[in-house]
């Protein structure tokens, strides 16, 4: 049947309105589309969203629809990909490919970015109008064919010519990694984010990172993940170099529970660790714990990293 649609399509290719449109679909789907309408409104930035029937048209709802789909596809290609990673990876992986990064690089790698409609007078990496268009595009495909052509074009076509699955799956996760190193020590991390306006359009965000009530670190990025990715990473890389800076916020930790030690023994073997701890530097490939195992720290910490 696909095949004697796609023959259909071609002979009567000349005679449509939206010939040139159906060609680009084609080249960067690997199909024609049944329902150009779908496709139309995939393309539709809000800054031109168009009135029908007395709505705003634009392709924020396919946007959500695409998120959806696009999230479920992913994580039954890295499932399959990687059969004895646990949750945490699994998740880690998902989130690096779906990212906004990701989205509009592969929005413009295929194409779709040419077509989108935007009064933006030109598109830059402070925006993710692309990546936003990008998961709009699978809402349509979904819509127009069903999820099997999702599944098709996002295995076949993304995920096999235009994504290192290997690379982005292991990705590091700053934020991750440093509510880990929290973890691990026992010391509360905070990640405080507020959000502005560069030249009164595009949303800024700014994350602080308090650690054990001391400011560690700062970042911007134009989502709110992006810009906690930021600060956690430089504040992971601090750590890893600046050994006073490490110990001045663990060393009170432990001074504290010393002062109640009359209270909560210490045995030998728990004084030992701390002393040890003392001296090495931060290290996120053996992290673990006395009372949870590492899968358990590591499941954790991803939960709380892709929360907001």
């Known amino acids: 049947m696909a095949n004697f649609f796609d023959l ?55 946007e959500f629809l695409g998120d959806a789909i696009l999230g479920a596809v992913v994580g039954h290609v890295v ?22 990064q990701t989205l509009n690089k592969l929005a413009q790698e295929t ?6 409609i935007t009064n933006f007078k030109q598109q830059t990496h402070n925006n993710y109008v692309s990546g936003n268009a990008f998961e709009a595009l699978v809402g349509a495909i979904y819509l127009d064919r069903g999820y099997a052509h999702c599944v098709r074009f996002v295995r076949d076509k993304i995920m096999t010519e235009l994504v290192n699955i290997d690379k982005a ?11 880990e190193w929290g973890q691990r020590h026992h010391i509360s991390i905070d990640f405080q984010s507020e959000e502005s306006r560069e030249n ?4 800024v ?16 990025g134009y989502s709110k993940k992006e810009s906690q990715q930021d600060a956690a990473r430089k504040v992971t890389e601090r750590l890893q170099k600046d050994r006073d800076f490490k110990l001045s916020l663990i060393v009170p930790q432990e001074q504290q529970m010393e002062r109640y030690a009359d209270i909560t023994p210490v045995s030998a ?7 040890t701890e003392k001296t090495i530097d931060i290290d996120f490939s053996d992290i673990s714990t006395r009372t949870k195992t590492r899968e358990e720290i590591i499941a954790e910490a991803e939960a709380k990293a892709f929360a907001e």
């Open 111 to 116: 194409g779709f970015d040419k077509l989108i």
């Open 205 to 220: 965000f700014h994350c602080r990172i308090v650690i054990a009530g001391t400011e560690c670190g700062t970042g911007k």
């Open 79 to 100: 499932f399959k990909r990687f059969p004895k990673k646990s949750e945490g990876f699994l998740t880690n992986a998902r989130s690096n490919i779906v990212k906004r």
């Open 200 to 203: 009164n359009a595009t949303p």
């Open 269 to 275: 073997e728990e004084k030992q660790t701390a002393e």
């Open 169 to 179: 799956a292991n990705e590091v996760n700053y934020k991750s990694k440093l509510i």
């Open 8 to 62: 259909w399509i071609r002979i009567k290719l000349p005679f449509l309105r939206d010939r040139e449109l159906y060609r680009s679909l084609h080249q960067i789907l690997g199909f024609y589309p049944r329902d150009i309408r779908p496709y139309k409104v995939a393309m539709l930035h809000k800054s031109v969203a168009v009135k029908e029937e007395g709505k705003r048209i634009n392709n924020e709802r396919l």
